[in-house]
């Protein structure tokens, strides 16, 4: 999800100038041609129940008090009937959100990799890291060494960084006669849900959000939440097909804030929770100005830690003065 904005609902307001510059950045990294493809930017449509009206108010709040209230447009029913006309007798309030959209991971990442490629990265697959350190790479009985080691991760970071896992679980069904032109985001206290109509013309419904690190089959619970709020946007959702289901571990610390720990030889990127593709381009763009020995922005200061488990003698990634 491209989708700053929308998240401010559950992410913090450090994350919406990164997610807006980020969200900038892969339009400029795919290119026009990729648009409808690999990524979409026709918009986030937020909308609630009239017993949740008031969630759509707090948000509008929290948007305004980030700054940005210039790029959310609350709207009601001819509006909603005009951006998604199968939804305007069932919904009528909600907030639009112009310029938001998404990136289709089973699309994307295969395509970022020919890239990568083509550039002369070479890529190892089903490679177990057992340990990173500055300079150098533990892989079974074997030691690589390197400038400079980028670890990313995730879980598999840990002990060396605080994370937790937390579980995110979804459904992608085939809708039928319904057809969202973009993604939905149904407010509710209990049971948020987005909906994100693929090129393949499935729809991805997700996510729950739970403190879990078990990363076993979709619950019962969730399944039931998750198509019912589906079902409550449209009934004509009933017929539409389950094609399949899954779950994921998102890797947060205690802050849900991305970090990078900086130091000679090594840089670590995780904690990116919930906003990994959202906030990629601008962290890959800060990683670089590390492996260059360049000084990072002002705006990355929040975000960075020295190394913490590098030797002292190290010394960390300056930041720029002004």
Known sequence: MLAPLSELDVAEPELVSLGLDSAQRWGQILGDDARGDLFDTRGSLLVAHRPE?????????????????????AVGVDQIATLEPWMASRLR??????????????RLLPALRTRAEAAGVVVHDGVHVDRVA????????????ADMVVDCRGLGARPDLPLRGVRGEYVVVRP???????????????YPLYIVPRPDGTLYVGATQLESEHDGPVHVRSALE???????????????????????LRPALADNLPRLEVGAGL???????????????????????????????????PFVRPLSSCDPHHRAMPIEEG
């Open 53 to 73: 009206w008031p969630m759509l108010t707090q948000l509008m709040r929290r948007i305004a008090d980030a700054g940005v209230q210039d790029r959310a447009e």
């Open 93 to 106: 309030r909600g907030i639009f959100v112009p310029g938001e959209g998404v990136v289709h991971p089973e």
């Open 134 to 145: 500055p300079g150098r790479l533990q892989i079974g009985s074997q030691a690589r060494e």
């Open 176 to 190: 039928g006669s319904v057809r969202p032109a973009r993604p939905i985001r149904l407010m509710h206290p209990r």
């Open 226 to 248: 998750l198509l019912s709020a589906l079902y409550s946007l449209d009934p004509r959702f009933a017929d539409a097909e389950i094609e399949r289901s899954g779950v994921g």
């Open 267 to 301: 840089l670590r990127i995780n904690g990116l929770f919930r906003h990994g593709f959202l906030l990629a381009p601008r962290l890959c763009a800060w990683a670089a100005l590390v492996v260059e020995g360049r000084s990072l922005p002002p705006a990355a200061e």
